[in-house]
């Protein structure tokens, strides 16, 4: 009798363990790494997302170091994680809000500078154009009246 309750017994923890295991969410990817791992894991992923979306033509970026907005704020301005922001800024539409932010700290694409202040202008108000075109200046180094 005893053999057979020790065995029912280990069935009863094998099956518990393994059940338990079946039921159990699974773990996250990030569990058990540090805050630096953690980093390095997500700028790795965002890095990759972007090399596969520049790749396919999907994300073309107006800043020196491409955006991260377009794919975090889908949907919405860069619908379907993709970016435009480059052809935004060339047809004086305003950039996503990174890269308003990293344009006026001196950040974007200087080949892109001369059309920089419209297309912010286009979000913040147009009367604004004049000092961000003073800010554009200060920047990236080109006149005033270099700027569209």
Known sequence: MTK????????????????GRYFMPPTAPHEG????????????????????MLASGNYRCCLEKPCIYCIEKTPGHGEGAACSCLEDVVEGRHP?????????EGHGN?????????????????????????I???????AVEEQI
């Open 96 to 104: 996503c809000g990174e890269c308003i932010g990293e344009i006026l």
């Open 33 to 52: 790494m540090g805050m630096e791992e953690m980093r390095d894991h997500f700028v790795s992923q965002k890095d990759d997302m972007q090399k596969e």
């Open 110 to 134: 200087k080949f892109l500078a001369k059309y920089f202040a419209r297309s912010i202008a286009e979000e913040v108000g147009k009367e604004y154009l004049k000092t961000i075109k003073q």
């Open 4 to 19: 057979k309750v020790l065995l029912l017994t280990l069935l009863a923890i094998f099956l518990g363990f393994f059940m």
């Open 136 to 142: 554009v200046a200060q920047k990236y180094e080109i």
